[in-house]
C-alpha cells in the first residue's frame, strides 16, 4: 500500500498567518492527491482534489500543490474558522485509498 | 442537499455482530460508488471498504477483510455494512462515504461502534 507522510503533526499560528502543510507519498501518485478539513466532531470536508483543483464553496484562499510523491496545502490568510485538522489523502486507481496521519492547527 | 445518514452503530460485546446502515438522498444513488471509512477515538483516517455503482464489485481492506461485507440496496438508496468477529480495535466512528469517480467527495456524520466488554 502506498504510505502518506504528512509535516507536522501540529502547527501553531495566528489569525493571519500564511500556514503550509506538506504530504509525502511512499510512490509516486501523479496528481491522485486531496485535501480534507475536519473539525472536532464532525466529518471531513472536502478542501481539494487532483492536487490543485479547489472543490466548490471551498475560500480561495485554500490552495494545492504537487506532484509526483511531494505535495503542499497552503492557507493564505488564516481565519478564525481555519483551526482544525487537515488530511491528505491519495486515491491512485490501483492502489487502496490511505491518508496522512492528519495535521492540527491549532490557535498559537 | 446531499445527504447521507448513518445508523446502527452502538455498543457491543468482543466477538458480537453489528450492521451499519447509511440512507442517502438528495442526488442519483446508482450513479456513484460508495464507501466506508473509519476513525478510532482520537486517530486519523482509515478507508476499510468500497462498492460499486452496481453492487457488483466489492473492495476491503486487509484490515477487515474476511469480516466485513458491504452491500448495497440501489431501491432503497440504503448502504450497509455487516461487521463480524468485532474486536476492541474496531471501535471507531464508522463514516460512509459517496466516491466521484475516484475521489471522495462526501461524508456522512458518522456512526460511532463501540467494542467493549
Known amino acids: 500500500d502506498i504510505q502518506m507522510t504528512q509535516s507536522p503533526s501540529t502547527l501553531s499560528a495566528s489569525v493571519g498567518d500564511r500556514v503550509t502543510i506538506s504530504c509525502r507519498a511512499s510512490?509516486?501518485?501523479?496528481?491522485?492527491l486531496a485535501w480534507y478539513q475536519q473539525k472536532p466532531g464532525k466529518a471531513p470536508k472536502l478542501l481539494i482534489y487532483?492536487?490543485?483543483s479547489l472543490e466548490k464553496g471551498v475560500p480561495a484562499r485554500f490552495s494545492g500543490s504537487g506532484y509526483g510523491t511531494d505535495f503542499t496545502l497552503t492557507i493564505s490568510n488564516l481565519g478564525p474558522d481555519d483551526f482544525a485538522t487537515y488530511y491528505c489523502?491519495?486515491?491512485?486507481?490501483?492502489?487502496?485509498?490511505?491518508f496522512g496521519q492528519g495535521t492540527n492547527v491549532d490557535i498559537k | 442537499e446531499v445527504q447521507l445518514l448513518e445508523s446502527g452503530g452502538g455498543l457491543v460485546q468482543p466477538g458480537g455482530s453489528l450492521r451499519l446502515s447509511c440512507a442517502a438522498s438528495g442526488f442519483t444513488f446508482t450513479t456513484y460508488a460508495m464507501g466506508w471509512v473509519r476513525q478510532a477515538p482520537g486517530k486519523g483516517l482509515e478507508w476499510i471498504s468500497g462498492v460499486s455503482k452496481n453492487g457488483l464489485q466489492t473492495y476491503y481492506a486487509d484490515s477487515v477483510k474476511g469480516h466485513f461485507t458491504i452491500s448495497r440496496n440501489n431501491s432503497m438508496r440504503t448502504l450497509f455494512l455487516q461487521m463480524h468477529s468485532l474486536q476492541a480495535d474496531d471501535t471507531a466512528v464508522y463514516y460512509c462515504v459517496r466516491k466521484d469517480a475516484d475521489l471522495i467527495d462526501f461524508w456522512g456524520q458518522g456512526a460511532l461502534v463501540t467494542v467493549s466488554s
Open positions: 510512490q509516486t501518485i501523479n496528481d491522485w
Open positions: 489523502q491519495q486515491y491512485h486507481f490501483y492502489s487502496p485509498w490511505t
Open positions: 487532483k492536487a490543485s
